[in-house]
């Protein structure tokens, strides 16, 4: 089964594309010179998406006491460009929901990476590490899972119930059914996306950041983002088995074991409440 995925993967129609207009925004800020007119002139190519990074740049966790922004002149520069490419791939990765049906739990797949994208952005302040990319790589930290279950949704199902029955992580039951896990096929999307490095590097090794090499404690801040977001009962398929943080290796990463998790962690309920009012927004539904 391995080697049928990884051809799939090799293949560039089977794989979703990514959101056309973060790609832009991306591939502007990358480059030495560009302007707010410049970020304004791709956005404005659909309205929709203007709305949504308004209703962001007025949200809590984005302007808690700030003036109402009504322009998205002004919200580009209330949220810096930093910040601006992180939320609206936010809120353009619901898109990729028309590559799965209703058996894959779209809601709860995105509010827990979501959740993980706000967690880790909190952390990133905290350890003094970029905090647009952790945004980012929360977000699309799990993105196999998505691409596995669009190649394959009835043996991903399959996955799916073993994991239950024998209380597997889902990268465990990824490989037992695929041979490969959620992990490396992220890998293999964010190369065929383009995305920085870093990102490939995190979505490659959040579970295992031991073996991370390059940015090893960035990966460890996204699994501790992600070890977090299951606190809160946001977790995708069952990935909650009681975590002993202390104990994991993303925790002494990160921390180098002299951080009290206490500190760390009491904030995540407000993360989640932030992150799911994201996601009502990329919903459309507020
Ligand atoms: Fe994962
Ligand atoms: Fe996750």
Request: hydrophobic share 45%.
């Amino acid at each position: 089964m391995r080697e049928k995925v990884l051809s799939r993967l090799c293949n560039v129609k089977d794989l979703p594309s990514f959101p056309e207009i973060a790609a832009e925004l991306m591939s502007i800020v990358s480059r030495e010179d560009f302007s707010v007119g410049d970020l304004k002139k791709i956005i404005e190519k659909d309205p929709g998406l203007v709305t949504k990074i308004l209703k962001v740049a007025n949200s809590f966790a984005f302007n808690p006491v700030g003036k109402e922004i009504t322009s998205i002149e002004r919200a580009i520069i209330q949220l810096g460009v930093n910040n601006l490419v992180p939320i609206v791939v936010g809120l353009s990765v619901i898109q990729l929901n028309k590559y799965v049906d209703e058996r894959f739990n779209a809601e709860l797949f995105w509010k827990h990476s979501y959740t993980c994208a706000h967690v880790a952005k909190r952390l990133a302040a905290r350890f003094k590490l970029p905090e647009g990319e952790a945004f980012t790589a929360g977000l699309l930290h799990d993105i196999g899972k998505l691409v596995l279950f669009s190649l394959y949704p009835v043996e991903y199902m399959k996955a799916l119930e073993l994991s239950k029955e024998r209380n597997l992580f889902s990268f465990e039951a990824e490989r037992e059914v695929f041979g490969i896990d959620h992990c490396e096929v992220g890998e293999y999307v964010i190369d065929h996306w383009g995305l920085p490095k870093l990102l490939r590097e995190v979505v490659r090794y959040h579970h295992s950041p031991n073996e991370a090499t390059n940015h090893k404690k960035f990966t460890a801040l996204v699994g501790v983002a992600d070890l977090f977001s299951r606190v809160t009962g946001l977790y995708y398929n069952r990935d909650f088995k009681g975590v002993d943080l202390l104990n994991e290796p993303a925790w002494k990463i990160l921390t180098g074991e002299e951080e009290d998790p206490e500190s760390l962690l009491l904030p995540v309920y407000t993360d989640a409440e932030d992150a799911i009012a994201f996601a009502e927004i990329a919903w459309g539904r507020i």
